[in-house]
Structure formats: structure tokens, C-alpha cells
């Protein structure tokens, strides 16, 4: 981590003629003033993609953004202030407007800046000039050839390929500063598949705070084989039954439901506004006996993880379940220090021009004792959900609705057929009273997520064992 913060002062700071100096100077501006916290937080990053269909590439894209942003926090009141560019006379005047949120007449010295080193849960790499272009695209032209040579019936298959290189730099009131570089891919295929008149598609990919030789050739056939096979299964779906039943998650990304209907329940904000079905229940029994839910970002090479978090915290693991009791909240240092609590490393922002504020990183369950086929064969009649789509929750009340992009009938604990348009309705604390069977496979999802909260997106990782929920879940069929 020291290598990486002399990095980022020397390619960020120095390339625009900023010091560190300089940026204490600035905080000492608002530290005239009466706040319980401020930072100063200068970005630079780069973007990449591109985008294949039908063999041809319909997209291309390289962007650069840097800036600052700058917050003053008082009491629960913030001031926020950010800038388009990264200059030290934008710095200084974004620090002049929000100083004005606490009463002038404070004593603080400028304090020497204090680097802070965590430890490295990923590499420090820039993945955009990992591969040239051609060879970008000759990656995307490899994931389509597979695709139509996997199966006869692939019609079209589009294929799209992320990079991200960016650097952070933290400064606080306290005269802590940190630094990060983060780098992110992610590759995505879509295939539709016809068979008469019947059109049906599947998805697949994954990533990491990763360099492009993570997509090998086993990688790509792993994708590829995934998306195929899901979107030939649902050419033989059927219309999914309605009613309520017994709903049987599978593992990995179905903890997209765990991280929806739970997880942003137990995010420090909407506790400390009372505004979470969780709130005011730590230390009481929400979940069945056996039900673990962690939260973790310093995962190595994992895409919701962070060497720090957006206030130069480390990021940890944080146990917000354990054996159905409620543990506690993720925080940040303002809700953290609102409600009394530890800061967890879970302070978050999507860009310079956005507040911080609590969010998931890598959220996901812990393993039971059942394997797979045990949980399948207990059910006799019911739902098993091999993966999803989209979904939403509300807060305030716990209640979801998700979309089943692969899933099957399932009765005397034997899976029947496939069916299609299969949603999932519940509450988040209702489902987790009723887990009767938790798999020991527990996983994260490929490398996906992206949360969004507020109008921010950060990307996110999810994750479970295979689950079965005896009630609580209402099955929506539809018709094919």
C-alpha cells in the first residue's frame, strides 16, 4: 500500500501540480469552522468498452474523468461541494463553500499529513493497457465464435468488454491520508436462441479487480457453455405455476435477493432514520437458526472489495447475522459516529461528485450442512430458482419482487421441466424466518453486481449457499 499511495501522490496529485501540503492547507479552511468531520477526496479515472454484435462492433469507448470533491459534516447536516477539475484553486474554493455549515471561530492548527497504509487485497495494475484493441476485439470475436458453435439454434450472441483503471486520494480533517488504485473488468454475452418461432436468450460473464489474463480460454468456454445452456433450457419452459410454495435459491448470484431484500436494510443510514425493518433489533433473533449473513470487502481480487474504503478506512469483515441474531450495521464514519457505533469500512461513493454514504461490498451467506441434490430432493412440490434476473425492494418495508432468469418445477423432489416468467414475492425478514435447509456451497456471484442507492451505482459482489424456504415466498407465473 505504500507503493501505491506514492504512486497516486505522484501520477494524481503531482501531475496536477497539487500537494499534499497544499491539501491539508485546504481542510484547514474548514477546520476554521466548528464540524465533526471533513475530507477531500481527488479522483482520476479511466473507462473502456466495447461492444460486439452480430459479429461486428457496434461500440467502442475511452473516457477520462478527473475532480474533487470536498464534505463538511456537522451534526447530521452535509455540505458537498465538487469540481470537474483537479486544481488547487478548485479545491480551496470548493473548501471555502462548504466550510460554512459549522459556526466560524474554531482553533485548528494544519496538520502534517499522515499517510495511513492498509493492506493490499488487489493488485495496483492498470488493465486498460493489459491488451491493445485488436486484441480486445479478437477476445470478443472469440466468445461469438464459441457461442454459435456451441449449439445450432444461436441466432445472435452480443458480447461486451469493460475495463477501469482508477486512482483515489483521501485527506481528512484528522490529518489522515490514504490512497488507492483500483482496477475493474468485466466481460458480459447475451445468445438468443430460436427454435420455430420461439426465441428465447441467456446471459453469462464475470470479472474482478483483475488484469485481462483472467479471461483465459477456460473462462470464455465457462461463459459460454452457461449462457447457452440457460438459454436453451428456457426454449423448453413452460408457464410457471402461481400460488404460494416452497422455493428452493440456487447458490452464487441468487444472493442478489439477500443483498436486495436484507442487505440495504442493514446499511447504517436507514437504521440510524429509523426508516430499515431492522431497526432497533440488534440483538434479537430476525432470521432462522443457522442463517449467517456477512459482509466483506477485503476479499482478494473480488469486484465489491476494496483495499480502503471512499473515507481511507480499511475494509473488513463485518458480521451482521450470526445464527439469526442481528450483530449490528454497516457504517460509515458519520453514521458510525451518530449512533455510537464502530466504523466498519463500508463508506462508499460512486464517484467525486457524489456524497459518501454506507454501502455493501461483498454480502453474501455462509454454508450450511445439505448438499444440493439433498435440498432438491426434499421438496415436494415447488419452485427451484437457478438464477436471476432484475428485482426491487422497499426499504422501509422489507417487500421484494425478483425475476427467475432460470428455473425449474420441481415435484417429488425430482426436477420436472423448466418453466418461464417465474417471479419472486416476499418480504426480506419474513424469508429469512423460514429457511429450513442451507446448502454447503456456498458462493459469489462471478464478478456482476452493480447496487445502486440514491442515483450511485458501486459495483458490488452477492452471494449464498443453495437455500430452501419453506414460506414466505409467493411464486407469479406467467404465460410463455
Known amino acids: 500500500m505504500q507503493n501505491i499511495f506514492q504512486t497516486v501522490s505522484q501520477d494524481l496529485l503531482q501531475a496536477n501540480q497539487i500537494g499534499a501540503e497544499e491539501i491539508a492547507q485546504s481542510l484547514a479552511i474548514i477546520g476554521r469552522h466548528y464540524v465533526d468531520y471533513a475530507d477531500i477526496y481527488c479522483q482520476r479515472t479511466a473507462y473502456e468498452s466495447w461492444h460486439l454484435d452480430e459479429g461486428i462492433v457496434k461500440l467502442g469507448s475511452f473516457q477520462i474523468d478527473q475532480g474533487v470533491g470536498v464534505r463538511a459534516v456537522s451534526g447530521e447536516k452535509t455540505a458537498f461541494a465538487y469540481a470537474d477539475s483537479l486544481t488547487t484553486d478548485a479545491i480551496q474554493r470548493a473548501a471555502e463553500t462548504v466550510k460554512v455549515i459549522g459556526a466560524s471561530g474554531n482553533i485548528v492548527p494544519i496538520r502534517v499529513p499522515t499517510p495511513v497504509f492498509g493492506k493490499a487485497i488487489h493488485g495496483a495494475f492498470n488493465p486498460i493497457v493489459g491488451l491493445d484493441s485488436a486484441a480486445k476485439v479478437a ?20 458480447a461486451g468488454l469493460t475495463c477501469e ?21 468485466r466481460l458480459s454475452l447475451t445468445v438468443i436462441v430460436k ?10 460473464g464475470g470479472g474482478g479487480r483483475l488484469d485481462l489474463r483472467y479471461f483465459d ?11 447457452v445452456k440457460q438459454a436453451v433450457i428456457n426454449l423448453e419452459a413452460r408457464p410457471a405455476p402461481a400460488g404460494v410454495m416452497p422455493v428452493v435459491l440456487g447458490n452464487g448470484w441468487p444472493g442478489v435477493l439477500l443483498h436486495e431484500a436484507v442487505g440495504h ?33 477485503n476479499i482478494p481480487d473480488r469486484r465489491g472489495s476494496l483495499n480502503i474504503d471512499d473515507e481511507g478506512n480499511p475494509t473488513s469483515r463485518t458480521v451482521l447475522i450470526e445464527d439469526g441474531i442481528l450483530m449490528g450495521y454497516m457504517q460509515d464514519e458519520t453514521n458510525a459516529r451518530l449512533m455510537g457505533m464502530d466504523v466498519t ?37 415447488g419452485i427451484y430458482a437457478v438464477n436471476f434476473g432484475g428485482g426491487q425492494v422497499d426499504i422501509t418495508s422489507g417487500k421484494f419482487v425478483f425475476s427467475a432468469s432460470e428455473a425449474w418445477w420441481v415435484e417429488n423432489g425430482q426436477l420436472q421441466y423448466p418453466v418461464k416468467g417465474a417471479t419472486i414475492i416476499g418480504s426480506g425478514t419474513e424469508v429469512l424466518k423460514h429457511v429450513s435447509m442451507i446448502g454447503n456451497d456456498s458462493a459469489l456471484d462471478s464478478g456482476v453486481g452493480v447496487c445502486g442507492k440514491d442515483g450511485q451505482s458501486v459495483p458490488v459482489g452477492v452471494g449464498q449457499p443453495t437455500l430452501r424456504i419453506d414460506a414466505g415466498l409467493t411464486v407469479g407465473g406467467s404465460e410463455v
Open 139 to 158: 477476445l470478443l470475436q472469440k466468445v461469438e465464435k464459441l457461442a454459435r458453435a456451441a449449439d445450432s439454434r444461436v441466432v445472435q450472441v452480443m
Open 165 to 185: 483503471h482508477d486512482m483515489v486520494y483521501i485527506a481528512r480533517l484528522d490529518g489522515k491520508h490514504a490512497a488507492d488504485i483500483r482496477p475493474l473488468i
Open 195 to 204: 427454435q420455430g418461432n420461439r426465441r428465447e436468450q441467456g446471459s453469462s
Open 217 to 227: 480460454d477456460a473462462k470464455i468456454e465457462q461463459y459460454v457453455s452457461q449462457a
Open 265 to 297: 436494510g442493514l446499511e447504517g443510514d436507514f437504521n440510524r432514520k429509523q426508516t430499515s425493518v431492522f431497526t432497533g433489533k440488534i440483538g434479537e433473533q430476525v432470521a432462522a437458526k443457522g442463517v449467517t449473513v456477512i459482509d466483506q470487502g
Open 345 to 381: 469500512g463500508n463508506g462508499r461513493r460512486e464517484s467525486y461528485s457524489s456524497v459518501t454514504m454506507p454501502r455493501m461490498t461483498n454480502t453474501f451467506m455462509e454454508n450450511g450442512i445439505y448438499e444440493r441434490d439433498e435440498i432438491i430432493a426434499s421438496l415436494d412440490k
